[in-house]
C-alpha cells in the first residue's frame, strides 16, 4: 500500500485540462432571480465548516462520478449546483472563484484570515508540507457545504408535487470523485465525457431540461483580471483554454481507450505546458482540481485506516503560505487557516483526522475495517501495474489473446504512436517470469529553475535521444519546477534480465 509519502505526492499529479476562456451555452434559466434570493438567505460572511447532516442516521458515500452520472437526479442536480457556483458574481464569498482562490492564486485573504507580513500573494494551501492531505481535507468540506446548500435550494424550486423526492434526493448529495486509476468502461476513455467531451451539456432542473455549459468541462472567468494574475498573461491563457483535450494530441479520436492513457500520458504530461491543472497556483480554478482531490481524500482515507497508527509529525514546512513561514514546525495541532471550527477557532489536522466528522464517507472504508479496505484496492488496482499497463496491447497480441480494452473508434495519434514503439515486452514477459523495475531518484527540484526530466537506463544510451521516450512516471514538483523520471528500454535490457535470472 501506498505510504503516506507517497500518498501526498500522488495528490500533486494533476491532469491537466483548463481554465477557460471558452464561453458555452451560459447558465441554466430558472425563470426568476433565484440566485439574489439565495445569497441573501446564505449570508455574507463565509461560514464555519461544519460537515453535512447523516441521513437516516447514516453518512452518504462521496462516490466516483461515473457512479454518480447513473443517478439522474442527483447527478443534474450536481451540475446545476456546480454551474450556479461557477456563475455567482466573483465577489461574494461562496463564488467558484473565491473558494478556488483560497488554493493558490490571487493570493487574496479570505474570510478575514490575513496574512503575515510578506506573503499577501500567496495561496492558503500548504505544498510540501505535512499538511498537505489534512489541509485539504476541510477546504473539500467548504466546496461540499457550499455545493449541498446550493442543491437543497435548488430542490425547493421544482414545482410543488417534485419538492419532495428532490428534497429527499438532496439530501444525499457528497462531491464526487475522479478515480483515474480504475479501469474505465470498455470502449471509454479513463477521462468520463461528462468531463471532457463536449463544453456543453444537457441538464434537467425545476424549469425543464436546457443545455447550459458544461461546468465540468472549463471554468470561466467573470470577468479575467489580468492585474491579479501576474504570471499567467491572458495571452498564455488561451491556446490550451480552447478545449479541454490539450492535455492529448488533438484530432478527431481525441479521447483515450484504455486505461493506458493513465500512465502513458497523463502523468507525463500533467507537469507540461499543455493545461494549467499542473500549474499549482492557479489549479484550483480548474473544476477537475475538485474531482481530482476528492479522490486523493480517498486514498488517503484508505491508506489511514491500513496505518492507524501513523500520522501527522511534526516537521518544518519547506515553503510558505498565506499564514505560515517557510521554516515553521507544523504539527498535528497547527491552524488549518482559514478553515473556522469556530468564530475564532480553526480546524487542526487532530481534528479532522476522522474524514466523518465532516459527515461523509467512501465506500471502501464506510466500515474502516482493514481487511476489507486491502481487498478493495487488490480489486480495483491490482490488474494495472506501470509495467504490465505499458506492454499489455503487445504481450496480449504475442499470446493471441487479442485486445478487448480497445475498439474499432479507438485510435488516437497517440494510441498509435504508442504501438508503434513495439515496447520490447519480452524484456519484461520473459516466459512466464515477470520483472518490474523501480528507481528511486533523489533531486534538488528546484535545481534548474524549470521542468527537467531524468533519463534511466539499463546498459549503454542510445544515441539518439529522440528515443529515449519510452514511458514516465511524473514526478510533480510543489515549486514551479517539476521533475519526470522516463525509464528507457535497450537491446542490452534483455541480457541484464537473463543475467539475473541465471543468478536466482
Given at each position: 500500500m ?7 505526492l500522488?495528490?500533486?499529479?494533476f491532469v491537466?485540462?483548463?481554465?477557460a ?16 434570493r439565495f ?6 460572511r ?17 462516490r466516483?462520478i461515473?457512479e454518480l452520472e ?6 443534474n442536480?450536481?451540475l ?10 466573483q ?9 478556488a ?8 485573504t ?7 507580513p510578506?506573503n499577501?500573494n500567496i495561496?492558503?494551501?500548504?505544498h ?23 442543491v437543497q435550494?435548488i430542490a425547493?424550486?421544482?414545482?410543488p408535487?417534485k419538492?419532495e ?12 470523485y ?10 471509454t ?5 461528462s468531463?471532457g467531451?463536449d463544453?456543453n ?6 424549469n425543464?431540461v ?6 465540468l ?6 470577468p ?6 501576474p504570471?499567467m ?5 488561451k491556446?490550451a ?5 490539450a492535455?492529448?494530441?488533438?484530432d478527431?479520436?481525441g479521447?483515450?481507450?484504455s486505461i ?6 497523463i502523468?507525463?504530461?500533467g507537469?507540461?505546458?499543455?493545461g ?11 473544476p477537475?482540481?475538485l474531482?481530482h ?7 488517503f482515507?484508505m491508506?489511514q485506516?491500513?496505518?492507524?497508527d501513523?500520522?501527522v ?7 510558505p ?5 517557510a ?22 489536522s ?12 467512501y ?6 475495517n482493514r481487511?476489507e479496505v486491502v481487498?478493495?484496492?487488490n ?5 494495472y501495474?506501470?509495467a504490465?499497463?505499458a506492454?499489455a496491447h503487445q504481450?496480449?497480441?504475442?499470446r493471441?489473446?487479442?485486445?478487448t480494452?480497445?475498439?474499432d473508434n ?14 520490447p ?5 520473459d516466459?512466464e517470469?515477470?520483472y518490474?523495475?523501480?528507481a528511486?531518484v ?6 534548474l ?8 537506463f539499463?546498459?549503454?544510451a542510445?544515441g ?13 514538483a ?23 535470472k541465471?543468478?536466482?
Amino acid at each position: 500500500m501506498l505510504p503516506l509519502r507517497f500518498t501526498v505526492l500522488l495528490s500533486a499529479c494533476f491532469v491537466p485540462t483548463h481554465l477557460a476562456s471558452f464561453s458555452g451555452r451560459g447558465q441554466y434559466e430558472y425563470g426568476s432571480d433565484v440566485h439574489a434570493r439565495f445569497q441573501k438567505r446564505q449570508g455574507y460572511r463565509p461560514p464555519i465548516v461544519t460537515g453535512l447532516p447523516s441521513v437516516d442516521g447514516h453518512l452518504p458515500s462521496r462516490r466516483e462520478i461515473r457512479e454518480l452520472e447513473k443517478d439522474e437526479d442527483l447527478w443534474n442536480l450536481f451540475l446545476l449546483a456546480l454551474s450556479w457556483m461557477q456563475y455567482t458574481d466573483q465577489d461574494v464569498w461562496s463564488s467558484w472563484y473565491k473558494i478556488a482562490g483560497i488554493h493558490g492564486a490571487p493570493g487574496q485573504t479570505w474570510g478575514g484570515v490575513e496574512a503575515i507580513p510578506g506573503n499577501d500573494n500567496i495561496g492558503y494551501c500548504h505544498h510540501v508540507s505535512i499538511l498537505f492531505p489534512t489541509w485539504h481535507r476541510p477546504y473539500l468540506a467548504l466546496y461540499e457545504q457550499n455545493l449541498y446548500d446550493i442543491v437543497q435550494y435548488i430542490a425547493s424550486l421544482y414545482p410543488p408535487e417534485k419538492q419532495e423526492h428532490f428534497g429527499k434526493v438532496a439530501k444525499s448529495f457528497r462531491l464526487p470523485y475522479w478515480d483515474w486509476a480504475a479501469t474505465p468502461p470498455n470502449g471509454t476513455g479513463v477521462l468520463p465525457l461528462s468531463m471532457g467531451g463536449d463544453p456543453n451539456i444537457a441538464v434537467s432542473g425545476p424549469n425543464g431540461v436546457q443545455t447550459i455549459a458544461n461546468p465540468l468541462f472549463s471554468y470561466t472567468f467573470k470577468p479575467f483580471n489580468a492585474s491579479i494574475f501576474p504570471e499567467m498573461p491572458v495571452s498564455s491563457l488561451k491556446p490550451a483554454c480552447k478545449h479541454n483535450e490539450a492535455w492529448i494530441p488533438t484530432d478527431n479520436n481525441g479521447t483515450y481507450d484504455s486505461i493506458e492513457a493513465l500512465h502513458d500520458s497523463i502523468h507525463t504530461l500533467g507537469g507540461g505546458a499543455f493545461g494549467h491543472l499542473s500549474i499549482i497556483q492557479y489549479s484550483a480554478f480548474d473544476p477537475l482540481f475538485l474531482l481530482h482531490h476528492v479522490n486523493v481524500d480517498r486514498i488517503f482515507a484508505m491508506w489511514q485506516v491500513l496505518y492507524n497508527d501513523s500520522y501527522v509529525v511534526p516537521m518544518p514546512a519547506i515553503y510558505p503560505s498565506h499564514t505560515s513561514a517557510a521554516g515553521q514546525i507544523q504539527d498535528k495541532e497547527t491552524a488549518l487557516t482559514p478553515f473556522f471550527f469556530e468564530n475564532d477557532t480553526f480546524w487542526t489536522s487532530d481534528m479532522v483526522r476522522d474524514h466523518e466528522v465532516f459527515g461523509y464517507t467512501y465506500p471502501e472504508v464506510s466500515t474502516k475495517n482493514r481487511v476489507e479496505v486491502v481487498a478493495s484496492i487488490n480489486r480495483l488496482y491490482t490488474h494495472y501495474s506501470p509495467a504490465t499497463i505499458a506492454m499489455a496491447h503487445q504481450w496480449r497480441q504475442s499470446r493471441g489473446y487479442g485486445n478487448t480494452a480497445v475498439t474499432d473508434n479507438s485510435h488516437s495519434r497517440w494510441d498509435a504512436y504508442r504501438r508503434s514503439l513495439r515496447l520490447p515486452i519480452n524484456a519484461v514477459f520473459d516466459g512466464e517470469d515477470y520483472y518490474e523495475w523501480i528507481a528511486n531518484v533523489r533531486v534538488k527540484k528546484d535545481a534548474l529553475n524549470d521542468s527537467f526530466i531524468i533519463h534511466l537506463f539499463l546498459g549503454n544510451a542510445p544515441g539518439d535521444p529522440s528515443t529515449w521516450h519510452r514511458g514516465m512516471c511524473l514526478r510533480y514538483a510543489a515549486s514551479d519546477s517539476s521533475a519526470a523520471f522516463a525509464f528507457v528500454n535497450d537491446p542490452a535490457l534483455k541480457a541484464v534480465m537473463k543475467e539475473q535470472k541465471g543468478r536466482a
